[in-house]
């Protein structure tokens, strides 16, 4: 097959980009994770019925499922495997986050294909697409995190511009409602939404939702 030099070269710019994002998003997630503390483990999230600890165990997970897809190694499922935080969940947390970041970097161009077997045990995906799930994952549970603690969090212009149509074209359909689905129905945006909320509606997060407040035990960042 020819391809047109012109054209490869805008796709592996775009390619450059999107990893560039998807590594900004990545360490928005890493910089809400290191405010964690063992205390606000047990604390609710906006994803339904998971606990902060249930929802950084598949965070976690997923860097390493991830991880494994751009070393051609996504069809084995114990990569994807959710596993219990140990006695450092954040130090874990960042390891992981670290190793998707360079794996995605070792891509060799947007059409190298992934297998994400936890998806789709026969299809696989072109790396762009997969990279782009990835980042809006990121996107989408940095602000879980940031809920969870009462903690600001405002990503990039540049990084919710390019999340927004991925989030758009995340199917909405029965597989949002299975047990241990990280996105639920999709909500409608007010009319004067901004991108982050268009983001979190069309993933089924409600912008109002808000967590009991910190006490004073789990010694975390006040609430902003």
Not at 9 to 33: F, I, N, P
Request: glycine fraction near 8%.
């Amino acid at each position: 097959m020819h391809m047109n030099p012109a054209h490869a070269s805008a796709s592996h710019t775009d390619l450059a980009d999107l990893r560039r994002l998807h590594a900004q998003a990545v360490r928005d997630s890493e910089t809400l994770v290191q405010q964690v503390t063992p205390g606000d483990l047990p604390r609710p999230t906006p994803c339904s019925a998971w606990t902060l600890a249930d929802l950084l165990a598949h965070m976690t997970a997923q860097h390493h499922g991830f991880a494994a897809a751009a070393r051609g190694e996504g069809r084995e499922l114990a990569h994807w495997a959710v596993r219990p935080l140990g006695t450092d969940p954040v130090g874990e947390y960042t390891a992981a986050a670290e190793k998707v970041t360079a794996a995605f970097a070792t891509v060799e161009g947007p059409d190298q294909v992934f297998a994400l077997s936890e998806f789709s045990a026969g299809r696989t995906f072109r790396a762009a697409r997969a990279i782009g799930f990835h980042l809006i994952d990121y996107v989408v549970h940095s602000w879980d995190v940031a809920r969870t603690l009462g903690l600001a969090y405002a990503p990039a212009p540049e990084l919710l511009r390019a999340a927004l149509p991925i989030a758009r074209a995340v199917p909405d359909d029965d597989a949002r409602l299975a047990p241990g689905s990280a996105f639920q129905p999709g909500l409608t945006a007010d009319e004067d939404a901004d991108t982050l909320e268009q983001i979190l509606t069309a993933l089924g997060r409600s912008p109002q939702w808000r967590a009991p407040e910190r006490g004073a035990d789990s010694h975390g960042v006040g609430g902003h």
